[in-house]
């Protein structure tokens, strides 16, 4: 093999050992026949080739086919904000990166074979203050045609709008991450275990990771409340808020949130912490809801019980399925694009 199909194989190798959370001792002992360590260290550092023995070996390891250890990489992912609680381990979030890339090379391949590229447009703007990440994200309202109305997907608008989101089945321990791949092309990642109220809000708070230039004197923490305010503004214009509950209140009944969490698709807590930051309720009404929820189980399940349906993208599956439609690819193509089996891409195909 050349110097160029052994470099491509040794990363290839590195990239389904992290996907997986494997250290080089535990993959080892799950290759059957076992392989060393230290022989598993030099296929990733490029310093030999296994034969085809210990390839199918390392391949059913990893959960992978043979062929992807030889695919060439067409996608790097810079300028990351990861959003993780500090005990969620280094070894997890380089998981989560492979797995970006993973997803992301499929993504850019389907798309460019069935011509359906999106172009980025949202305006970007320098905000140093929660009150300047609202403004702009009326603007950004504004931009998409949205009104005030509730947003019914915010992937595919997203998504439609030239942003490429990725959900990833994690530990709660992980929100989500934004960068850019290739250089230009604006990335989000959710984590697909969440409910959609919290994917939602998560979604729109990396999108203020992209569009808000925010000062590098300004504090993380700080940059996070900027980020959430701009979530919520675009989730639940404080206008729209205040018309449906009023300027100042002290009691509030819960029909009336799970009516405005049904209607935006924003959690009951995130419509609370919006009140207070709008002086719509007091800090210390604000502190007595969440002493409440702590102390009354039942009352906390009601809160935070998810009301909104499900939300994912479909556009990825759809392209697929266009490309092959328009037999741009074959069958086994599509399964391996949608990391299925032959069979049940011919069942969910229905031309008409």
Avoid: W
Avoid at 74 to 95: L, N
Avoid at 179 to 194: D, E, K, Q, R, T
Avoid at 206 to 234: Q, R, T, W
Avoid at 337 to 352: A, G, H, I, P, R
């Amino acid at each position: 093999m050349n110097k160029q199909t052994n470099d491509i194989f040794s990363r290839r190798l590195r990239q389904a050992r992290m996907m997986k959370g494997f250290s080089l001792e535990k993959l080892s002992h799950c290759v059957t026949p076992a392989i060393t360590r230290q022989a598993i260290n030099k296929y990733e550092k490029g310093l030999m080739m296994p034969d085809s023995r210990v390839l199918i070996a390392l391949a059913a390891a990893l959960g992978v086919k043979i062929d992807y250890f030889f695919r060439p990489f067409t996608v790097e992912v810079d300028r990351v904000e990861f959003r993780k609680k500090p005990k969620f381990p280094e070894r997890m979030a380089m998981a989560v990166r492979e797995k970006v890339r993973e997803e992301l090379e499929r993504y850019l391949e389907v798309e460019q074979l069935c011509g359906c590229s999106t172009e980025f447009s949202m305006p970007r703007k320098r905000v140093s203050n929660t009150d300047e990440a609202v403004l702009h994200a009326n603007e950004v309202r504004k931009h998409l045609g949205l009104g005030y109305d509730g947003i019914t997907n915010a992937i595919e608008v997203l998504e439609d709008n030239g942003v490429k989101v990725i959900e990833i089945a994690e530990d709660t321990d992980f929100d989500g991450l934004s960068g850019y791949a290739n250089g230009s092309i604006p990335l989000i990642v959710v984590n697909g275990n969440f409910p959609t109220e919290r994917k939602r809000f998560t979604a729109l708070h990396e999108l203020g990771h992209l569009l808000l230039d925010i000062p590098e004197d300004v504090s993380s923490k700080e940059v996070e409340h900027i980020c959430n305010a701009f979530a919520s503004e675009l989730l639940l214009p404080v206008s729209v808020l205040k018309s449906k509950l009023g300027d100042s209140r002290h009691d509030i009944s819960l029909s009336e949130l799970t009516d405005i969490q049904r209607q935006f698709g924003i959690s009951i807590d995130d419509i609370m912490i919006a009140l207070r930051s709008n002086n719509v309720i007091s800090d210390k009404r604000y502190s007595g809801f969440q002493t409440k929820k702590n102390r009354l189980p039942d009352f906390k399940k009601l809160v935070e019980t998810s009301r909104v349906v499900s939300e994912r993208s479909g556009r990825f599956a759809r392209m697929v399925y266009r490309a092959l439609a328009d037999e741009v690819i074959s069958f086994s193509k599509a399964a391996v694009l949608l990391n299925t089996s032959v069979e049940s891409v011919k069942s969910q195909l229905q031309l008409v």
